[in-house]
């Protein structure tokens, strides 16, 4: 039903902070959860080179990038209370001490998951100024820690175990850590059903968008730059006369539909995972139309801006549009910065299905005016998931499911697979935000 632009980027910086006291492991029963680690020494992350799937392939440290073989899974062990298996995100096999070997220096590598002691590590909280979620990464069977070779901070050290201690260079930061904690927020729990056709999206997704995490300015980063708000401009691509009450419906209904999504970030009263808000504004700040005279009112509650056409349709000032000013800067803004808007919902007669991606969604202002009590506007909705990175499933459909609102056609309005697949991308781009 619609096409949307693929890409974006995760760009983390670490601060090496010297840590104050060592405090013990926390108390709470493990949970499973996804991160990224990052050494506190000189802020590189735990890699895995070139996502190679090779049994004994030695793991090291690299700039942060927030692809897969940056992210491991932390999986609870069964019947302990404080161990986990840290999968390889990328190729599914474990983190693992070389040949269960004791000694200082032996080879952090990854290896076919097994059940033995030289795969399972305990997160030892280490408290440090100014930084969250730091940890000593305990490896059982020896006691010793995960470090860079020779305490090196250098991008493309390897990994061994050595006796652990509090210096930054022994610790770990762990953005997406999870304490198990009542309320908190929940981590990575997807329902077991739909564990396999998450995994199969999100994998697609690295291999077929072209710029996964270099982009920056998905609906994500719009929210996080405003502070947990996003302003829009309506782009009115018809003839038809505009009433206040018109208009004050139809910026209702985009905010009622806007809220759906947002509504899927929160749970047990509090942003999942970390996420910041558990109300997202969506304020309108401007119009732009072809002729003044269509819109029937004299207040100034939003900026008008006439026969500004780009794409033959009414264009809103760009120097007020993200799209066009991806600094967050707006000097030549008529309304300066607070009237900036993020996106645009483009309203066009005529127009059949949809069109959505960072700029904002396009549909039908015949369709739009039609549903506007409509309890679920399924093709604005389906745009509104393009911004957000979500992608369309036009020549395949993910294993055990069919119908879901991503998948045009097949649901109308947003399922537990949405859901699912809408917080996979919040859990790969959160460190970027630091969260």
Partial sequence: MSSTTKRLLVVLLAVALAPIVHAGPSNAAPVQFTSTAINQAGGNCLDLPNGASTNGLQLRLLGCNGAAPQNFTFVPVSGTADQYNIRTMHSSSCIDVNGASTADNAAIIQWSCHANNNQRFRLQAV???????????????????????????????????????????????????????PGGGGGWNPPSNLVVPLDEVWRHQESTYPNLFGFRNYGWDQIMANGG?????????????VSVALRDQIHATLARQFKKWMDVMVENGQGWNNWPSTNVPVRVVGWAVRNRSQLQWSDTSVDIYVNNIRENAPQCSEPCGRFFNQSGNYPNCPGGAARHYDMSLWL???????????????????????????????????????????????????????????????????????????????RHLKSRYGR
């Fill in 127 to 181: 408290t440090v100024s100014g930084a969250t979620n730091t940890f000593n990464v305990v490896a059982v069977h020896s006691g010793k820690c995960i470090v860079p070779s020779g305490l090196s901070t250098g991008s493309g050290t390897g990994l061994v175990q050595l006796p652990c201690a509090t210096a930054t260079v022994r610790v770990w930061r762990l953005p997406s850590y999870n304490p198990g904690t």
């Fill in 348 to 426: 066009t007669s005529g127009f059949g299905g949809g069109a959505g991606g960072d700029w904002g969604q396009r549909i039908g202002s015949e369709y739009y005016v039609n549903n506007l009590n409509s309890e679920n506007v399924h093709i604005l909705l389906h745009e509104i998931g393009h911004t957000f990175g979500l992608d369309d499933f036009y020549d395949w459909t993910p294993t055990g499911v069919c119908c879901f609102l991503m998948k045009a056609g097949s649901a109308s309005s947003i399922t537990e697979f949405d859901k699912w697949m809408f917080r996979d991308w919040w």
């Fill in 229 to 241: 708000f996003v302003n829009y401009c309506v782009r009115w691509d018809s003839s038809a006369t």
